[in-house]
């Protein structure tokens, strides 16, 4: 029983410690919005964590950019099969892709989503951008538009604080606050949660 009721606790330490590492970024004020949301990714390149954090930034801007609507919120590594969905995200018409790493099975997905009538996004990193689009051009044709995954978030931080560059702190640490309630809901791995740097905290 002493050895079971140890191991027991170092294990809930070791889930303790694994949780409270949280991915971090150095916040700069004069850096743009955009610059801030592509720290975060790279931040989550370093833990092999970027897919599924880029995916949980955008539905947290999808979720303050519309407070009205469920934006869906499931676990970052369940494929739309499993969960019935026809991508990531879906607001109205519009069906949302978001990957880093685009593949035949992207662009499939989206043929199958213009076939069916929807209007899509694809939304990959700015390194993906260029070739993505050009891809979609040749092979999948009008219809989906490829966007910057930093763009895309971005904008909506600028929206929200009304272009005033005074307000764009407090709206990155809405963003962050957000994306860190919506990781918490569905996530047993809570280092996918990101740390809001004391700057945007005050």
Known sequence: MAIEAMQSFLAGRATELFNSNKISFQYNPTTSSREIVGKILAAAQERQKIGQVAEYLVGAKLALRFPSREIRNSAASAADEQTDEHGDFQINDCIFHVTVSPNNGHYEKCLANLSEGYRVFLLVTDEKLLGS???????VGEGVSVESIQSFVSQNIEELAAFAGDKVAENMKL???????????????????IEIPASLDR
């Open 133 to 139: 689009r050009q891809y979609t051009q040749d092979n």
């Open 175 to 193: 963003l962050l606050e957000k994306y860190n309630e919506r990781v918490a809901e569905v996530e047993t791995d809570l280092s996918l949660q």
